[in-house]
């Protein structure tokens, strides 16, 4: 008898322990899955204790990212531009991504902050840094490092599997894109970030590719000079056949009655300049798929039309 109750005990003993491993080893993994050292686009470390739950974004872009990771309710804080998603309206602003607010940033206690070094003030991370807030600075500058910054994002947020899948996804629609234009004629291309000054995106940057990427050959692709500004006298030099404008105040409209005073140019009298939603080709996001897409269509018309036919879609 005192044997069986003996072996009742043990049994329920190790059923409860059992039982209260199932439960806590979650919350043990959950809680140092990400924790670790992490190296950044500036080859700085940073220290990532355990999983954030209150980070900052400090670009549009990083915004977008986190979103996409399902990390909205961690968000505690955006820049001024952060308008995608639509959620992002209620979230605390701590100025712009040129022109950060330290103090709030401060009040929010966040225990992680996402920076990006084509933008943010080096003066203002480090002095994030020397208060003890972890900062993790990324750097896009080509369409591979928009990946990376992905997979990089989901490692210290403990949503590795989901950055994964969402990178993969990104290139792939990418590639698909890329392809479909690879063997078309490249007509040369002049992407309008500024109109005083005439600035642009030059060799180097994410944007260029975009344009390499859509079928077309940035007339600027040559520059040394990342976003350079660029004289009137040199876009008519170098006669673009399209031109795609980025302009956030602008429409359609008003970049056409812009360009039309220089009725030289090829894509002034093929009609073809087009105005082209900034946040699709400014922001290294998930987003930039659409942005690559749009410019695509815009420079090889009769390749999607046809794909767009076949599938039953309808056309303007």
């Known amino acids: 008898m005192e044997t069986c109750c003996f072996l009742a005990a043990s049994f329920i003993r190790r059923f409860f322990i059992s039982c209260l491993l199932f439960f806590i080893t979650p919350l043990i993994l959950t809680s140092s899955v990400n924790a670790g050292i992490f190296s950044d686009d500036l080859k700085r470390t940073v220290e990532i204790k355990q999983t954030p739950s209150r980070i900052v974004s400090l670009a549009p872009s990083i915004t977008e990212i986190l979103f996409a990771l399902d990390l909205n309710k961690e968000v505690v804080g955006v820049t001024q531009f952060s308008n995608y998603p639509p959620a992002t309206k209620g979230i605390k602003k701590v100025g712009s991504y040129i022109k950060l607010n330290i103090e709030v940033i401060v009040g929010l206690s966040p225990d992680l902050i996402i920076a990006t070094a084509d933008g943010n003030p080096r003066e203002s991370v480090e002095k994030l840094e020397e ?25 210290i947020t403990g949503k590795i599997v989901e950055a994964e899948r969402l990178a993969s996804s990104l290139e792939g629609r990418i590639n698909a894109i890329a392809n479909k234009v690879r063997n078309s004629p490249r ?13 642009t995106a030059g060799k180097g940057t994410f944007m260029d590719q975009l344009i390499e990427l859509a079928g077309g050959v940035n007339i ?37 009655v812009f360009w039309k005073k220089w009725d030289t140019l090829s894509a002034v009298k093929s009609g ?45």
């Open 131 to 155: 208060l003890g807030i972890p900062v993790f600075v990324i750097y896009p500058k080509k369409m591979v490092d928009i990946y990376r910054n992905l997979r990089a994002i989901g490692a």
């Open 220 to 256: 600027v692709g040559g520059s040394l000079v990342r976003y350079p500004a660029y004289s009137m006298e040199e876009v008519l030099s170098r006669n673009p056949d399209f031109i795609f404008s980025t302009l956030m105040d602008g429409n359609n409209a008003d970049i056409k």
């Open 272 to 316: 073809r300049i087009f105005s082209i939603n900034p946040d699709l080709v400014n922001r290294p996001s998930p987003r930039i798929a659409d942005g690559l897409e749009a410019i695509a269509k815009k420079i090889h018309p009769e390749i999607f039309l046809k794909e767009d036919l076949a599938q039953g879609e309808e056309t303007l």
């Open 187 to 199: 007509p040369k291309v002049f992407l309008q970030l500024g109109t005083n000054p005439l600035y």
